[in-house]
């Protein structure tokens, strides 16, 4: 992996879009600070200083991408920082209750480009739902480190990423509101081809898309 490290750009998003564009795989890109962050579903990501904010490419092996980046987060956050995080599928992390990181994963060709934004040291800017690491422990993080195990530990990760997840699910259990039923449904669990499961007054259905709110 070849890392490239930014003061301030537009997305990292499309920084390693257009290199794979160009044919140019396997690079990272950090930026202390994104004027245009995206997040999921055309949301727009703020990303003001002291947060880490990367992406990298990797090649499109299986559907699982963006469970799997999440797992990875979750593993390796927990690990450095000895915390009690959780994943809200798709793929959020929570820390205390609240949104600290997110993923955005976005194909092209045959290469997918994975968007981690972790809330870290920043503190402004955060909207109710959100904290940061900082704000809830207290200790500041050093983002070069924590990106590149992250990395690591994306790419060498070989542990069963459904059965994973299951066990740091956020929400199951409890009901929500979910964006693609438009309505509230209990928090079942996942399938094994990691779509969500949610019960409803009348049957249990798996979602493909969308998410919890
Ligand atoms: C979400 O929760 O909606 C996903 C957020 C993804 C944010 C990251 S920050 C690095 C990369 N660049 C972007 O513009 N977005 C992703």
Redesign the pocket.
């Known amino acids: 992996m070849e890392y490239i490290f930014l003061e301030k750009t537009e997305?990292?998003?499309d920084c390693i879009k257009k290199l794979v564009e160009e044919g140019k795989h396997d690079t990272a890109v950090l930026a202390k600070e994104?004027v245009?962050?995206?997040?999921?579903n055309g949301?727009t990501?703020v990303?003001s200083f002291g947060g880490l904010?990367?992406?990298f490419d990797t090649e499109f092996a299986e559907d699982l991408i963006t469970l799997k980046a999440g797992v990875a987060v979750l593993e390796v956050c927990t690990k450095l920082y000895d915390c009690k995080l959780s994943l809200k599928w798709p793929n959020?992390l929570i820390l205390n209750n609240k949104k600290v990181a997110?993923?955005?994963c976005e194909k092209i060709g045959n290469r997918v480009v994975v968007?981690?934004?972790i809330n870290t040291n920043n503190k402004d800017n955060l909207i109710e739902t959100s904290t940061s690491f900082i704000k809830e422990t207290g200790k500041s993080i050093d983002n070069e480190v924590l990106m590149k195990e992250i990395i690591t530990g994306f790419q060498d990760y070989r542990k069963d990423v459904i059965k994973e997840f299951r066990e740091n699910m956020a929400f199951v259990g409890e009901k929500k509101y979910v964006s693609t039923i438009n309505k509230e449904a209990k928090i079942m669990g996942i399938s094994d081809d990691g779509h969500l499961t949610v019960e409803t007054e009348n049957n249990i259905m798996n979602v493909f898309s969308g998410e919890i709110l």
Request: net charge positive; glycine share 22%.
């Open positions: 997305s990292t998003q994104q245009k962050g995206r997040g999921r949301r990501w990303s904010w990367f992406s959020d997110g993923i955005l968007g981690i934004g």
